[in-house]
T-cell receptor
Framework: AQSVAQPEDQVNVAEGNPLTVKCTYS??????LFWYVQYPNRGLQFLLK??????LVKGSYGFEAEFNKSQTSFHLKKPSALVSDSALYFC????????????FGAGTRLFVKA | EAGVAQSPRYKIIEKRQSVAFWCNPI?????LYWYQQILGQGPKLLIQ????????DSQLPKDRFSAERLKGVDSTLKIQPAKLEDSAVYLC?????????????FGQGTRLTVV
């Protein structure tokens, strides 16, 4: 069975500092991996994804994520945080096969302090 | 490009009543998902359609929840009878080709409150 773990309920960072939001996964075979962001009273917005190739993927709003196969991780990063980055972030994993079901983590709340 | 449309945005019902949610996916997207998001939790997949066929409904409480996707386009999710624990946001999403890694696009969701 596939699963996603986001070990931190909340991440606090000062504006201008780098941020990391952690994600680890469990799935058979090579996965597709995604990050989404959710603002209050809004649906989920796609940030970036890993399909194949370069382990470092770049996405919207200056975010990037690094795929690490040996550690089964897909951490979200940004070199310099903005107050407007404060939101709820979800990691998702999709197995390649078996219906291509997409499973989400519990989410990590990012708080960027001015 | 129009996004995923859901209605209604909000719904309040009493327990044991029935309720239905509607979703119109992005044009051309064969895959449609319904997720349940309880406050403070991540989205939980209820059902996944490929065109008008069900790919996965392993976490759908089939004694009270039902979903259909007639003609492989619009979809409805129904709850009958509702319980207090069904209070959540119900998210609809669609994807062009999940097997090739395309991302899912989400609607704004329907917030259901069962009192």
């Amino acid at each position: 069975a596939q699963s996603v773990a986001q070990p931190e309920d909340q991440v606090n960072v000062a504006e201008g500092n780098p941020l990391t939001v952690k994600c680890t996964y469990s799935v058979s075979g090579n996965p597709y991996l995604f990050w989404y962001v959710q603002y209050p009273n809004r649906g989920l917005q796609f940030l970036l994804k890993y399909i194949t190739g370069d382990n470092l993927v770049k996405g919207s709003y200056g975010f990037e994520a690094e795929f690490n196969k040996s550690q089964t991780s897909f951490h979200l990063k940004k070199p310099s945080a903005l107050v407007s980055d404060s939101a709820l972030y979800f990691c998702a994993v999709r197995a390649r096969g078996g219906g291509f079901k997409t499973i989400f983590g519990a989410g990590t709340r990012l708080f960027v302090k001015a | 490009e129009a996004g995923v449309a859901q209605s209604p945005r909000y719904k309040i019902i009493e327990k044991r009543q029935s309720v239905a949610f509607w979703c119109n996916p992005i044009s051309g997207h064969a895959t449609l998902y319904w997720y349940q998001q309880i406050l403070g939790q991540g989205p939980k997949l209820l059902i996944q359609f490929q065109n008008n066929g069900v790919v996965d409904d392993s976490q759908l409480p089939k004694d009270r929840f039902s979903a259909e996707r007639l003609k492989g386009v619009d979809s409805t999710l129904k709850i009958q009878p509702a319980k207090l624990e069904d209070s959540a946001v119900y998210l609809c999403a669609s994807s062009l080709d999940p097997g090739r890694g395309t991302e899912a696009f989400f609607g704004q969701g329907t917030r259901l409150t069962v009192v």
